[in-house]
């Protein structure tokens, strides 16, 4: 059982103290790098999306108005960062992998996925990814789910019946 | 529901994974240095900002139905920065701390190549899928001259890449790159089968404001340059993972003082238009370079000495990849192959070396 992030903690953090933002990185790094890494294709991803976190994380506390936990905030945060970062990934893939092969160049540096669950989360898109992950991973209320993602409660719904019947289509191929 | 049991049953072996123990160190370096990210803002926000900059497109879209602009110029002109840059301007390149487990491989020299055009073959492997599935090959041309441009004495470098079979445009790309030290400073892009320029631009760095400045004009379009100015990545460790277009790459390694058991990182910057961070900053990340060995090649273009070369990110945490480069034409890579990766892997081979 982990201890709940304290409000103070981000206020500190607001108020612009690294002590207290290397604080936050040991108390939540690893549960925030969990959440990345299971929304994004590679290792390296989700450690760049949690870089980017605690890197911007001074200015965007700002906006943080205390209306529900701190940590639910961040992990918010994290949601749309991953979002943000993976947002132009299916042209990229296609267009880089594709210029890379030409010229024979390395990709993306997505590396292999590392489990069962991770190989099967990698052949959704990554919104469909969010919604499963948050969801059925997470174990986030629909509500909460739409929160995170910006989306309605039905659109949550949907997508997630859109990434199970997905999945369960590849594991029927698989096995068939 | 019980449908998709088996599903929920697979996801339940989510692994847990551990935090690496030098990402503090990372955000510590990225934070002394004053780097800083601009994070997305929850999504009410958004969209209320999408709106308005919808409002705003249309707008701009009317004034331009009126002016019978084509907006495929604009699109082009785009286009033409997403192939990336591997070759570091000077000004930027003093700013670039070192990494203590990568020694800096000392500066390209322009001295080091000759000219000549050499053609080469490529074959497409995606996944178990290869040219011959339906994967058309491509050629690839590189011709390398000397010239001047401004005044300035300058190698020339062109390169012709077109699939040799299916649906494809051919892409011609001209760069001028400094005679003494190859810094590119003009890059031209034509789209072959459109038998057009898409657009033709000039880079410059200016190391007291930190920028990094393309100036490029679209043929038929306003007439008038449009001027893309991004920020140098501050003086820090903070150069990311990434792809890196190796567009110059023959001629880069063309120019480096490759020998036995030679090895170095070349720092590179990622001008993919994804690769740019949403506050302008370029990022920059090294290239490693590693001569492995020496031996003869035998390639549709003749017998040759080469260095076998390994390339790699370290951050990427990818293989390595291997070129065969001819120890005496230089600017030549006979040989090349990229280890299987998740979508797409290449072979390469040089088909022929016209030498002047």
Redesign the interface.
Known sequence: MTAPLSDDLASRIRAGSGEALEELYRAAGGRLFALAYRLMPSRADAEDAVHDVFVGLPRAIERYREAGTFEAWLRRLVVRTVLMQRRGEGRRLTRDSAYAAQRGIEGDGAAPPSGEAERLLDQLPAKLRAAVVLREIEGLSHREVAKSLGISEAASRVRLLRALERLRRVLETEKG | MR??D???E???????????SD??G???V??ARG??????????R??ARAGLLGAMAGAVFLVWLARDRRPADDMNAIAGF??GWPLVPEAVLAQTPQVDHLPAMPSPDGTRLRPGRWVYN?T???GHKSASDGLPP?A?TVTLRQGSFGGEAAWLATFY?HRTGGAGVGRLDSLYLRFSDLQPFREAMFAVRADRLETAMEMETDATRGTFRWRYRVPGGNGRDTTVELRLPPASGAW????????Q?PILLGGLPLGERRSGAVPMLGL???QIKADGVVPLWWMNVRVKDRKQVTVPAGRFDCWIVA???P????EE?FLEVSVDVRSGILV???PG????????RELAAILP
């Open positions: 449908r998709w088996r599903v929920r697979r996801l339940r072996e989510t692994s847990e994974p551990a935090l690496g990402l503090w990372r955000i510590a990225s934070r780097g800083t990210v601009e994070l997305p803002r929850e999504r009410g958004m969209l997403d192939w490529w497409l492997v995606r491509i690839d890449l990311r993972q990434g792809g890196a277009w190796h567009t790459l993919a238009i994804h390339l790699s990110f951050e990427s945490g990818r990849s090349k192959e990229v990766a998740d979508s797409y892997s290449s072979r390469g």
